[in-house]
């Protein structure tokens, strides 16, 4: 959005939920939007870019807020069935309730959905998903209270990302992991089923909306959120953690937990009686994966005849609790016969995240990847809490057909770090912002429909806790990131027509660049983090946002979208830094295409129903020498619908939806990260049978 991007590494745009936030987007205890709402319960995304709402409440909002809006219940009594089966085994399910009004000012809905399926790739991925939610609403003469609870539990087998573009041109439908388990450890660490993601969570907030007066209206919420689960990873050996002297490895043989951050080696294969064995001197293994050629410490050919190989299964477990307010007011005025608005609020959070590791032995490494329940080893054990604060007022004055607004806003964030292993001192960051500062101004001009406008705002990501993780970081260098963004457009409003033209410049600074040891020389498992962190410079980007939507007649819609943006890197000051981080003052930014484009036209009948949508992405660096560029693409979708509703006297509602994703079987990279980037998916068809009651 703008030159700002979420994804594995990189968590600068906000996430809420009905405006309560989704406190971080990052892996570790973060949880991304669809673990709050089911897509078929979402009633509208409210978009706000870099300059536009001061209010929104998120920890990573450099480049804006995107807040989800669930629908509210329906007036009437409704019953709605939805099934949905596709290619790769996707199935979906999805039951939803609507009470109608009651207890003459109240209505609620409650659902559920169930969905599955495997990967694309190998098709041996287990992914599942449940999700629970319900949402109550009682309208009074003054305003509106509403709750709202979501369980979600999701469990996933993960893709690998792609580590250079010859990989890409030689293997395009392929991220080399494995569907089948071969017992040797070297192969079996890319075993998709050991990739896994799980998590859970549950948030439930209560809001309410009153006009206290005919010019002041106040609005709030309470709300409360939990997230617990665990990323998996199968290391190809034993870590060495517990000095056994003559006897065998108690890592193999079980039995003991040792708890702490200290390891004296690896153990690769084993004999009957769990002592360590080491391979045959001068043995050369043929062993070859993605991460390379093998050593010969893996290769069970360089080890003597019942040697058995040893894995390990490591969980990193994650766990989050937060539970904060917010609270809203707007007050209507006259200031020497001029309209005024004046919008002030506060938000606080308290929150708590819990991580820790755990190592499992895989109980049989030739067969599968089943582990011992008990851990051999505990790596390490931390806490970190939060507390946030903000508050933020805006006045806004209107002069004839001329707005005119300005705002300031402050963010209070403190981060602790505990070690309850105790090995490592403890820390804390205090990330408070400086008085952030916004203005704007919307004309209306002569032309009817037709508006100036332009904004500048001042933003803040607060240093986040997983930039505590690793013990070793100096913490005195590492500075929030702030952005300053600049925008001025034009935009009509008409019947049939609205467009909109948006120039943009933005100014990041401080931005901590995540530095992935995951690379094509293969992973480090047993690295504390994932990574190293640096405040390396910034970024500059300018660009132009054009949008259009036109209904052509009364079935016709058309819509269009272009995007041009030229986005580089800002210097460290330091060219020796610079050299060491690759980082090239001037280099495209990574992931962020030059061009973007969106053309979608939709058709509606008396009965049926159907769309075309082609999204055009540039030209997009992978890495921060600009040695690799995943190159443009284009990918259309299709559907095509029927509506049934006078099909019986019992049903109010009867639709069935054909949907084809990348309808050209377009091969490309899509997810771009620091070094890497995700295959994009190929063709895949989906049908949904929707029965309302």
């Not at 190998?122 to 979501?150: C, D, F, M, Q, W």
């Not at 045959?280 to 062993?287: L, P």
Request: aromatic residues 12%.
């Amino acid at each position: 959005m703008r030159g700002f991007t979420t994804s594995l590494d990189e968590q600068q745009i906000g996430t809420a939920i009905d405006g309560i936030p989704n406190g971080g987007s990052g892996y570790g205890g973060g949880s991304k939007a669809n673990r709050f709402v089911d897509p078929a319960n979402i009633g509208g995304i409210e978009v706000s870019q870099g300059t536009a709402d001061i209010a929104s409440r998120s920890h990573e909002a450099l480049g804006g807020t995107i807040d989800y809006r669930t629908d509210d219940p329906l007036d009437s009594s409704r019953t709605r069935v939805e099934v949905s089966l596709g290619e790769f085994d996707a199935q979906r399910l999805y039951l939803r309730y609507d009470t109608g009004t009651f207890a003459e000012n109240t209505k609620a809905w409650i659902s559920y959905s169930n969905q599955q399926a495997t990967d694309w790739i190998t098709e041996t991925a287990e992914n599942e998903r449940e999700h629970v939610a319900a949402k109550l609403v009682a309208t009074y003469p003054a305003g509106t209270i509403k709750g709202y609870v979501s369980y979600d539990d999701i469990h996933e087998d993960n893709y690998q990302r792609i580590f250079s573009e010859a990989q890409f041109a030689q293997f395009p439908d392929t991220d080399f992991l494995t569907g089948e388990w071969t017992g040797i450890p070297y192969i079996d660490q890319l075993y998709r089923q050991g990739w896994s993601t799980l998590r859970e969570n549950l948030l439930a907030y209560a809001q309410f909306d009153f006009d206290i007066t005919d010019t002041l209206n106040v609005q709030g919420g309470y709300y409360f959120h939990t997230n617990e689960g665990r990323g998996d990873w199968v290391p190809p050996y034993l870590v060495d953690v517990t000095d056994d002297g003559e006897n065998g490895q108690s890592e193999f043989l079980g039995g003991s937990t040792a708890r702490t951050g200290r390891s004296s080696g690896l153990i690769y294969f084993v004999d009957a009686d769990g002592n360590a064995l080491t391979p045959a001197k001068g043995c050369e293994s043929q062993i070859v994966t993605i991460y390379g050629p093998a050593d010969s410490q893996y290769d069970p050919s360089c080890y003597a005849a019942g040697a058995i190989p040893v894995m390990s299964y490591r969980h990193t477990h994650y766990e989050k609790e937060r539970a904060g307010f917010t609270f809203d007011f707007t007050h209507d005025s006259t200031i020497a016969g001029l309209d005024n608005e004046l919008r002030g609020g506060f938000w606080y959070e308290d929150a708590t995240r819990d991580e820790h590791r755990d190592w499992h032995k895989i109980t049989d490494a030739t067969r599968g990847h089943g582990f011992d329940s008990t851990p051999y080893w505990v790596q390490y054990d931390r806490s970190y809490p939060q507390v946030t604060n903000k508050w933020y007022l805006q006045d806004s004055l209107t002069i004839d057909s001329l707005t005119l607004s300005l705002g300031a806003k402050q963010f209070l964030v403190d981060v602790e770090r505990d070690d309850l292993f105790h090995e490592t001192p403890d820390a804390d960051v205090n990330s408070d912002s400086d008085i952030l500062l916004s203005a704007g101004l919307v004309w209306e001009t002569p032309m009817a429909g037709t508006e100036v406008f332009a904004g500048y705002a001042e933003n803040f990501k607060a240093i986040g806790d997983d930039i505590l993780e690793r013990p070793q970081s100096d913490l005195d260098a590492i500075e929030p990131e702030t952005s300053e963004s600049i925008e001025l457009g034009l935009r009509y409003a008409g019947d049939a027509l609205s467009a909109t033209a948006t120039y943009f410049q933005n100014d990041f600074k401080n931005r901590i660049i995540f530095l992935d040891n995951n690379t094509v020389a293969g992973p480090s498992y047993l690295i504390g983090t994932n990574g190293s962190y640096f405040n390396a410079g910034g970024i500059e980007s300018d660009g132009l946002e054009l949008l259009l939507d036109y209904n052509i007649n009364e079935s016709l819609n058309l819509y269009a979208s272009y995007t041009m943006i030229d986005a580089g890197y800002l210097g460290t000051g330091d060219a020796a830094v610079d050299e060491a981080l690759d980082l090239v003052p001037g280099n495209d930014v990574i992931g962020i295409a030059d061009q973007l484009a969106v053309v979608g036209l939709d058709w509606t009948s008396e009965r049926f129903y159907g769309g075309l949508s082609a999204k055009f992405t540039g030209d997009r660096s992978v890495n921060l020498a600009n040695t690799w560029t995943a190159e443009s693409y284009v990918v259309a979708d299709a559907y095509l619908g029927v509506n049934l509703s006078s099909a019986s006297d019992y049903l109010s509602n009867v639709n069935l939806n054909l949907v084809v994703n990348n309808l050209f079987d377009e091969e490309y990279l899509g997810t771009v990260v620091a070094g890497g980037a995700w295959i994009g998916a190929p063709r895949t068809t989906s049908l949904s049978a929707t029965v309302d009651f």
